[in-house]
């Protein structure tokens, strides 16, 4: 097999065969689909049975993760390239055969640009060239696997920011890539809200801080602290809300949003107007 694409799907079978509908028509001979799925209850078998041996599902039937799932859809994988997706994702007609056409050139990453749709409807366009990393959204880029395993995969203990995180490995390496200026994936931005992400969101900073605090910018670092401070005042957590803020302010000094913020964490009355467990949609 030339390419593994890798889908982890939980409690979406509607999504997932829309997905898969859709894949039906792109991909190619040497070309196979890998599902992971933790839904409790599999998929009937009459769902998958025109693939046969080009689509290999994997019932896991428990919440383990998205980037166990990606791991272990890698692991099953026989293809020399990985592609991730997410079941709700949607690709242009031209995805599958841009990718295919660059194997050849033996790179290590490739990536295509971007259509953003965010919740309110609102569309964007994001060029992988003009990032300085290309885009960490899976599904925008197809990696070796070789390389993928190199670096060990995804961290599983993370549940938020585990692309990025994944991408700070391989910006270590020295890597050949190469850029496909067409829009061809199209992410439809999800919003995630409420405590249990929030804590999520929380655990996975602070794992990410301390695995890459050498390697971290003060710009992102000064991101990551406020974060954290913004969301520990949202939990009521006020002391280590000014603990993070005051780091937040450190490493990036000239930002004004940074003592405003500090300032809220010492009249909790007023802060928990404004930091609530739910975050509103933009």
């Known amino acids: ?42 998929l009937p078998e009459s769902c998958l049975g025109e693939w046969e041996e080009k689509l290999t599902y994997l019932h896991r039937g428990e919440k383990l993760g998205v980037s166990s799932a990606r791991n272990i859809g890698s692991q099953h994988s026989k293809g020399e390239y990985l592609i991730f997706l997410d079941d709700d994702d949607a690709v242009t007609e031209c995805w599958m055969d841009d990718f295919y ?30 990032n300085n990393r290309g885009i960490v959204i899976p599904g925008a880029w197809m990696i070796r696997k070789e390389v993928f395993d190199q670096v060990g995969g995804y961290d599983e203990r993370l549940k938020f920011a585990e692309n990025t995180e994944l991408f700070f490995r391989l910006d270590k390496l020295h890597l050949n890539k190469h850029y496909i200026e067409k829009e061809n994936f199209i992410y439809h931005q999800s919003y995630d809200g409420g405590s249990k992400n929030l ?12 695995k890459h605090d050498q390697i971290l910018t003060d710009h992102v ?17 006020f002391g280590l809300a000014k603990k993070h803020l005051w780091k937040s302010w450190r490493f990036k000094p000239q930002k004004i949003s940074t003592p405003i913020r500090i300032a809220l964490a010492y009249f909790p009355f ?11 949609k933009r």
Do not use: W
């Open 221 to 237: 670092k000064h991101l990551y602290h406020q974060n954290i401070g913004v969301i520990e005042m949202r939990f009521g957590r």
């Open 1 to 42: 097999m030339k390419i593994s694409i890798i889908i982890p799907t939980l409690d979406r079978p509607e999504a997932l065969m829309r997905l898969i509908d859709r894949l039906r028509i792109l991909v190619l001979e040497d070309v196979e689909i890998v599902v992971v799925d933790d839904s409790k209850v599999p």
């Open 270 to 280: 007023l802060a928990k107007r404004f930091y609530t467990l739910e975050i509103p």
């Open 199 to 210: 804590q999520n969101m929380l655990e996975s900073i602070r794992i990410i801080l301390e």
């Open 101 to 130: 056409s660059n194997l050849m050139n033996h790179h290590d990453l490739v990536y295509c640009n971007m259509r953003l749709i965010a919740p309110s409807g609102k569309v964007s366009s994001v060029s992988a060239s003009k």
